[in-house]
């Protein structure tokens, strides 16, 4: 059984419609960023500072790679596409869904998310995260199946788009 991935930049939603997709599917949801976070036994922040970008993504494809194939919605961290073997991991899996959103909506939501500090963005000028996320545009569409377009839509509106194209509705 495979399982459905979702990706997309930091802000696009992926925990709060794999929630929803979860609970609607019955299925059960993972968080990969909750994941690495028990792996390495302290905030993802910490763990950048400590060991820098490249060691994270390292775990992060671990964890990537030993969750594949779990019968759950899987809400990525931003970053899953910047490593050249989780963009082949995910070109391979049936049900990976970009949720694709306009970079102002992005920036907004990260800068209004006080809980979450992020070390690619928690810091960085409204430019630099724009930057960051041009850069990895082209590796959400090669990765994904399906995109689904998320500015200006509910969780409910995404969440029926995605079972309808899953055929899962
Ligand atoms: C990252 C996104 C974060 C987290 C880490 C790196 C990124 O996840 O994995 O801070 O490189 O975009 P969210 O997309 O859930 O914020």
Redesign the pocket.
Known sequence: MNSILLI?????G??TVGSLLAQKLNWPMI???DL?TEKIQMP??DY?DQFG?AA?RQV?SNVLKDNLRTKAII??????V?SALNRSLLKAQPKVIYLKTEPQTLVTR?KNDTK?I????TEKSEGEIIS?LNG?LTHYEDSAAIAVETTERSPEEIVEEIMERLAMA
Do not use: W
């Open positions: 997309g930049f930091m802000g696009a992926k925990s968080d990969l960023d690495i993802i922040n950048f970008e994270f992060e809400a990525t961290g931003g970053g899953i910047v990260i979450n992020r070390p690619l963005a960051l990895r």
